[in-house]
C-alpha cells in the first residue's frame, strides 16, 4: 500500500514536470513566431554598491519580443572608502554606540528613472536564462543628513550630541571625549536636499525567463550629478558627481 502510494507521488511529480517542461516549450514556440509572451513586468532588487547600498523598484512595459520600456525608483545611500569605524571602550569593554571617525554628513539619494530593457542573448534558450541590457537616466535627490556624535563636555561635564561645525570642530574631533555615534533619528530635521540627475547601464540575467516569476541578478555602474558639492568626511574633497559599480539581486513577476 505505502509503496504505490509512492509511485503515485513520484508519478505526479513527473507530470508536474512534464507539464512546466510542455509550457516552457510552448512559450519558446510562441516567441519564435513573434507572439507577445509577457506584456509587463514588476521588480524589487536590492543593490550592493562599491560606495554603499540601495534598494529599488522597477516596472516595465514589453514593447516588442526584444524591447521593453522600464521605469525605476532607488533609495539607498553613499559611503567614503575613507570612514574608520570605531568602537568606543574602556578597559577594554564596548561603552558606546560605533561611530565614524571625521564623518560630516549621511549621504543618501533618492532616484527616478526611465529606459529600456534590451535582449541581447538567451532567445530560444530552453534553460530560460535571458541577458539584457538595461540603460537609462533621470532625476536625483540627494540627501545630506548631517552626522552626530555624543560627547561629554570636558568644561560642562554634560553629555550632549554635537555635529560638525565652527564651534564644535575641536570636540567633534577629539577621540577622548567622544562617547559614541548619536541616535540614528537625530539630524533628520536638518537635512540639506540637493537636486542632480542620474544614469545607468548594466547587464541583467534573468533565470527565469519563461515563468512568471522574475529571478534575476543585474551588474552595472551608476553616475550621479548634483547642483550643489556633496560632502560625506572632513578632510576629503567634496565633488558634485559620484560613480560607482554595482551588484544586484532582483525578484519579481510577469503579466
Same mark, same amino acid.
Do not use: C
Given at each position: 500500500?505505502?509503496?504505490?502510494?509512492?509511485?503515485?507521488?513520484?508519478?505526479?511529480?513527473?507530470?508536474?514536470?512534464?507539464?512546466?517542461?510542455?509550457?516552457?516549450?510552448?512559450?519558446?514556440?510562441?516567441?519564435?513566431?513573434?507572439?507577445?509572451?509577457?506584456?509587463?513586468?514588476?521588480?524589487?532588487?536590492?543593490?550592493?554598491?562599491?560606495?554603499?547600498?540601495?534598494?529599488?523598484?522597477?516596472?516595465?512595459?514589453?514593447?516588442?519580443?526584444?524591447?521593453?520600456?522600464?521605469?525605476?525608483?532607488?533609495?539607498?545611500?553613499?559611503?567614503?572608502?575613507?570612514?574608520?569605524?570605531?568602537?568606543?571602550?574602556?578597559?577594554?569593554?564596548?561603552?558606546?554606540?560605533?561611530?565614524?571617525?571625521?564623518?560630516?554628513?549621511? +549621504?543618501?539619494?533618492?532616484? &527616478?528613472?526611465? !529606459? *529600456?530593457?534590451?535582449?541581447?542573448? @538567451?532567445? /530560444?534558450?530552453?534553460?530560460? $536564462?535571458?541577458?539584457?541590457?538595461?540603460?537609462?537616466?533621470?532625476?536625483?535627490?540627494?540627501?545630506?543628513?548631517?552626522?552626530?556624535?555624543?560627547?561629554?563636555?570636558?568644561?560642562?561635564?554634560?553629555?550632549?550630541?554635537?555635529?560638525?561645525?565652527?564651534?564644535?570642530?575641536?570636540? +567633534?574631533?577629539?577621540?577622548? &571625549?567622544?562617547? !559614541? *555615534?548619536?541616535?540614528?533619528?537625530? @539630524?533628520? /530635521?536638518?537635512?540639506?536636499? $540637493?537636486?542632480?540627475?542620474?544614469?545607468?547601464?548594466?547587464?541583467?540575467?534573468?533565470?527565469?525567463?519563461?515563468?512568471?516569476?522574475?529571478?534575476?541578478?543585474?551588474?552595472?555602474?551608476?553616475?550621479?550629478?548634483?547642483?550643489?558639492?556633496?560632502?560625506?568626511?572632513?578632510?576629503?574633497?567634496?565633488?558634485?558627481?559620484?560613480?560607482? !559599480?554595482?551588484?544586484?539581486?532582483?525578484? @519579481?513577476?510577469?503579466?
Amino acid at each position: 500500500m505505502l509503496n504505490a502510494q509512492t509511485d503515485d507521488q513520484q508519478l505526479t511529480r513527473k507530470e508536474k514536470a512534464q507539464k512546466r517542461k510542455d509550457k516552457i516549450n510552448e512559450l519558446i514556440k510562441e516567441e519564435e513566431e513573434g507572439a507577445m509572451i509577457f506584456h509587463k513586468q514588476g521588480l524589487f532588487g536590492f543593490k550592493l554598491n562599491t560606495d554603499g547600498w540601495g534598494l529599488m523598484y522597477e516596472h516595465g512595459r514589453y514593447k516588442t519580443i526584444t524591447k521593453t520600456n522600464i521605469w525605476w525608483l532607488d533609495l539607498g545611500e553613499h559611503k567614503n572608502n575613507k570612514q574608520d569605524k570605531i568602537t568606543p571602550s574602556s578597559n577594554g569593554y564596548p561603552v558606546g554606540n560605533p561611530y565614524d571617525y571625521g564623518k560630516e554628513n549621511n +549621504f543618501y539619494y533618492f532616484k &527616478v528613472g526611465f !529606459g *529600456s530593457q534590451y535582449l541581447i542573448g @538567451g532567445k /530560444g534558450n530552453k534553460n530560460g $536564462v535571458a541577458v539584457s541590457l538595461i540603460y537609462g537616466g533621470g532625476l536625483s535627490l540627494g540627501m545630506l543628513k548631517p552626522y552626530y556624535l555624543q560627547i561629554i563636555n570636558p568644561t560642562t561635564s554634560q553629555v550632549q550630541d554635537i555635529k560638525y561645525n565652527t564651534a564644535d570642530s575641536s570636540l +567633534f574631533m577629539n577621540q577622548g &571625549v567622544i562617547l !559614541g *555615534s548619536s541616535a540614528f533619528g537625530k @539630524g533628520f /530635521g536638518e537635512i540639506k536636499y $540637493v537636486p542632480g540627475v542620474h544614469g545607468r547601464l548594466a547587464l541583467r540575467f534573468d533565470y527565469g525567463r519563461y515563468n512568471k516569476t522574475v529571478s534575476a541578478i543585474e551588474a552595472g555602474v551608476n553616475f550621479e550629478y548634483y547642483t550643489d558639492k556633496m560632502p560625506i568626511m572632513i578632510w576629503n574633497e567634496a565633488h558634485h558627481g559620484t560613480f560607482n !559599480g554595482y551588484i544586484a539581486i532582483e525578484f @519579481g513577476n510577469r503579466k
